[in-house]
């Protein structure tokens, strides 16, 4: 099999064509060369190579960990090339997201303590009735029969729910949703707006550390200052603002794209629409469908191999950089039959998740839970609400191009 000529990741061209180039290297055995900003790399596409790289502990998430060092941009440079300044690479290259080895469990373990599924079921409750309330609204935010779901539903109710539960107050989420925007966008020729969104968190969360130090509020952040191990371990003032800008960017950003594409998908699906609509017991397997059908993201971040290995598909040096490509392992035919259709009973009955779009293994999103149940509500309570919800055919959606986060830029419907 030849070997694809790929354009780099972090240009438009890819962006715009990036099924065309997950097929491409599908084709050609399933692994190939490519380029990110300049940083060498390889994607991967099969499922069985993605779940070896997500979860096997010799692919590190930091390339300064690798023994003997590497040739292969860190993340760090790579940002520093997209144009972002040092003091704001801190806040963007020190996070969980960012560890390795007891470095990583260290802050896993931290966190989990205050992440735990106990609290994520005792706020379906309050989930509900953010939902009800956005979707009483959606009406009267309607120009010339439609309106915006991305804007007026799919982003606000989970910026509501992960500021609800980190602690950021009602002032601060207008602001936390757009830098969030920001710093998703990967716009290249924009760094102004990536250094401005991460300075914008990282100054709003050291007035929210202050805050809660000076009195405890009852939410996520009172723990995350105040939580330590049994070694008396606690996070630092920079792992706690890296902390929060994680969980507020990851805990809205794809749930917001999770309602806005699966809600793009059920309305031009209209079979599998009338087969949730006939049968409500089916959303927890159709939210998976979603997940793997139209997920939020489409790659995860860049990994480097600490040793040689082989995997099913092709060679991994050490210190060679790769990226396992979530969408392409969702659509992965010997795994998932037919990939190309929605299917939403795919997942009836089955336990644990088939795809891997919240990640695979050590760094498994710690959000998964909550995202899940977003989801089931939102989707739910929208068909609920608007039983004849439908696209507006006059302002058809058009998808971002972005490389690694899969979203439309609106999504406007009639509501019936």
Not at 131 to 156: C, I, K, M, Q, W
Not at 166 to 176: A, F, H, K, L, Q
Not at 266 to 295: F, I, M, N, Y
């Amino acid at each position: 099999m030849s070997t694809p000529v790929l354009p780099d990741l972090a240009t438009p061209e890819a962006a715009a064509t990036l099924p065309e180039i997950l097929e491409s290297v599908r084709a050609s055995g399933g692994s190939a060369p490519a380029s990110m900003g300049g940083a060498e790399t390889r994607l991967f596409v099969d499922d069985t190579d993605v779940r070896t790289i997500l979860g096997d502990k010799r692919f590190l998430m930091n390339a300064a960990n690798v023994e003997g060092g590497t040739n292969a941009l860190s993340r760090a440079e790579l940002l520093h090339h997209m144009g972002l300044e040092p003091e704001m690479i801190v806040h963007a290259t020190q996070g969980i997201l960012d560890q390795d080895g007891v470095d990583h469990v260290r802050l896993r373990k931290l966190v989990t303590r205050a992440f735990t599924a106990r609290r994520v079921q005792a706020m379906r409750p309050n989930v509900q009735a953010i939902t009800d309330r956005l979707l009483a609204e959606l009406p009267g935010h309607a120009e010339n029969g439609s309106v915006d779901l991305l804007r007026h539903f799919a982003y606000p109710l989970p910026i509501q729910v992960i500021c609800d539960l980190v602690g950021v107050p009602e002032s601060e989420r207008g602001p936390w949703q757009a830098w969030g925007h920001s710093l998703t966008s990967f716009d290249l020729g924009r760094p102004d707006l990536l250094n401005g969104a991460l300075q914008g968190m990282a100054e709003s969360s050291r007035k929210l550390i202050a805050a809660h130090r000076a009195r405890e509020h009852g939410d996520l952040l009172d723990d995350l200052v105040r939580i330590s191990d049994d070694d008396g371990d606690r996070l630092s003032e920079n792992e706690l603002i890296t902390m929060i800008v994680t969980l507020v960017v990851a805990g809205h950003e794809t749930t917001a794209n999770l309602i806005g594409n699966g809600t793009h998908a059920l309305l031009t699906h209209p079979d599998q629409l009338a087969l949730l609509k006939g049968d409500p017991e089916l959303l927890p397997s159709a939210v998976h469908e979603l997940l793997r059908w139209c997920g939020p993201i489409f790659q995860t971040r860049m990994r480097y191999a600490s040793e040689d290995m082989e995997l099913t598909t092709g060679a991994v040096r050490r210190g060679e950089a790769v990226i396992a490509m979530v969408a392409g392992a969702n659509h992965d035919p010997r795994v998932h039959t037919d990939p190309a259709r929605l299917d939403l009973t795919r997942h009836q009955g089955k336990p644990g998740e088939a795809h891997v779009a919240f990640g695979h293994g050590l760094h498994y999103c710690l959000g998964a839970a909550l995202a899940r149940l977003e989801g089931q509500v939102a989707f739910g309570s929208l068909l609920s609400a608007f039983p004849d919800l439908a696209l507006d055919p006059a302002r058809p959606a058009v998808r971002q191009p972005n490389i690694a986060f899969n979203r439309f830029d609106d999504l406007y419907v009639r509501l019936g």
